[in-house]
């Protein structure tokens, strides 16, 4: 294990508190605090021990991020569209 490893593994240690969840526990309940924050509310207040979650797990924080970039997307009317015809049009 190198040190920044290292020095993550101890950081997370040192923020475990009391109220934790499992990755999948988070990952069910992260478009519901995606559409939250899409809301204007304080999902991190709502939902403090997904917000925990997300700021301990990398893997998890990845998909949020991820999640959260297509709602916005898709909010906006930005997510691109596939063009089926030009498979049928052979």
Not at 37 to 51: F, I, N, Q, S, T
Request: aromatic share 6%.
């Amino acid at each position: 294990m190198d040190s920044p490893q290292a020095s993550r593994l101890v950081i997370s240690i040192f923020a475990t508190q009391h109220l934790e969840i499992d990755g999948r526990t988070a990952l069910d309940t992260l478009p519901l605090f995606i559409e939250l924050e899409m809301r204007g509310c304080d999902a991190a207040k709502v939902l403090p021990h997904v917000w925990r979650h997300i700021q301990i797990s990398a893997h998890c924080r990845d998909i949020y991020e991820c999640l959260r970039a297509v709602t916005e997307m898709e909010c906006t009317d930005c997510l691109p569209r596939p063009d089926f015809r030009s498979l049928f049009n052979a």
